[in-house]
């Protein structure tokens, strides 16, 4: 079976005898596929970074990745096409084992945390592994293959407290669009424990409004699931909703009027930052939200399967960062119920 390179070749040369061959059309037909290597293996192939991770993101747009996804590859890529250029590293067959362990130390010493700097070697291998498969480059290593991923500490990850969510609330004018809407998101985005990509890609017919139940149409990796809200952030979304004059689809929108535009991610962003501005809080992450979700419900009760079907995980590798904090939890309540420290019988031994 030919291969994608071989394929490639016989396109390109083909393409090329079109040119030349007003005088012989018949040529073309004639051209055997050994002859199309040999014409074609005197142009240069051209291996430009730039040009190829242009080619592998347009690759993940037309797979269908998320926008989350394509802005993670987006910003990682560019740091390292950055640190490339920086070093006149334009082409991919100048990239060494040497040249990406040289790059992760750049970052460490840049103060990336391990998490960013295993982030950042995700990106780039995900990127040489598919320009392998794509390109199938004759003679050429894969030199990611030769490095291993920077190693993440299991931390626990610190959530956003209630206590910070509640005040950001209190700052919200009831009975105003902005102040209705920016306390339903708060709320909202704390009971789903979707991501942010997820939360505001919401359309109104994804929404239940008896049931809270919420259909997230495109998870990570493309993947449907259900969400829910509780009783009081459907009272607060019947709140919002109630503003809502437009015919828009989206669930989040700028402004209550006609064709109003979806909320953005950037949009988002400064909600949750104004709210803390006038709170007088540590401004959270959007991602804080999740973690906070994921914690609440651990402590709850929630097991770890239940969980990771919420939060659209395919295992539960992940939340396993979040039971060290709940092993504190477990601690307090021995200290609290110990069988032998709080038995009146054993006292008296």
């Avoid at 990239?95 to 950042?120: C, D, S, V």
């Avoid at 399967?305 to 960062?321: D, F, N, P, S």
Wanted: positive net charge; hydrophobic residues 40%.
């Amino acid at each position: 079976m030919a291969t994608r390179a071989t394929r490639a070749t016989v396109v390109a040369c083909v393409a090329l005898v079109a040119v030349i061959s007003n005088i012989d059309r018949v040529r073309i037909t004639m051209l055997t596929q050994s002859e199309c290597q040999q014409t074609f293996n005197t142009i240069v192939v051209d291996d430009s970074l730039l040009t190829w991770m242009e080619a592998f993101l347009n690759d993940r747009k037309a797979q269908g990745a998320a926008s989350g996804t394509l802005r993670f590859y987006t910003q990682k890529l560019k740091l390292f096409l950055d640190y490339c250029q920086a070093h006149a590293v334009e082409r991919i067959s100048q990239i060494t084992a040497t040249f990406i362990r040289q790059y992760l130390l750049y970052l460490e010493e840049r103060g990336h945390n391990p998490g960013g700097m295993h982030a950042a070697f995700r990106s780039s291998r995900a990127f040489l592994n598919w320009y392998e498969a794509e390109a199938e480059p004759e003679g050429w290593g894969n030199p990611i293959r030769k490095v291993k991923a920077p190693k993440v500490p299991i931390e626990p990850l610190e959530p956003v407290s209630h206590e910070t969510i509640a005040n950001m609330v209190k700052t919200c004018d009831r009975g105003t669009f902005t102040g209705d809407r920016d306390a339903a998101i708060l709320l909202c985005l704390l009971d789903t424990g979707a991501r942010a990509s997820e939360f505001l890609n919401i359309d109104l017919e994804d929404l239940n409004q008896a049931s809270g139940t919420i259909l997230i149409r495109k998870g990570k990796g493309s993947k449907p699931r259900e969400v829910y809200l509780g009783r009081r952030s459907r009272q607060f979304l019947r709140k919002y909703l109630k503003h809502r004059t437009d015919d828009s689809m989206p669930l989040w929108v700028t402004h209550p009027r006609f064709s109003s535009d979806r909320l953005g991610y950037d949009g988002l962003r400064a909600i949750i930052h104004r709210r803390a501005v006038i709170a007088m809080v540590e401004e959270p992450s959007l991602h804080d939200f999740r973690r906070a979700f994921a914690l609440a419900m651990l402590r709850n009760g929630t097991d770890l399967y239940t969980l990771a079907k919420l939060m659209g995980h395919e295992g539960i590798t992940v939340l396993q960062r979040y039971l060290k904090q709940t092993y504190q939890d477990t601690e307090a309540a021995h200290r609290r119920a110990g069988p032998v420290d709080n038995s009146e019988i054993l006292g008296l031994v």
